[in-house]
């Protein structure tokens, strides 16, 4: 995963690691469910990025970071959930990606609050 100081290219790393993973688990009951959570969720951040990237203000900016921190916590609750069951067998993918989302997370409640204090 890109650990890097660009974003964008880590969000995107990361929803294609999200992708990779939904895809690897199994087809049954609950699988198909957490999949479905945990695609929607955890690949939410990197448009809401973008859409942040073009916001028409810094309370605009804050609205959408939020909604992108929003959905990284909703991905670590899956991840945990993945790796707690477990759903699949590359566990050390899971915590590699709970590692990054716990960054990613760090980072968008870090950029909230600077933009907040100039408000």
Known sequence: MAHGFDLDERLLAFS???VRLTEALPT???GNHVAAQLLR???SPY?????AQAAESARD?????RIGLKEL???RNWLRL????????????VTRLLQECDELIRIFAASIRTVEKRL
């Open 16 to 18: 294609v690691e999200i």
């Open 28 to 30: 049954t009951r609950s």
């Open 41 to 43: 969720c955890g690949t």
């Open 47 to 51: 448009p809401n990025h973008g859409e």
């Open 61 to 65: 900016f804050v609205h959408k970071f």
């Open 73 to 75: 916590r909703e991905t």
């Open 82 to 93: 993945v790796q707690g069951v477990p759903l699949s067998e590359t566990t050390g993918d």
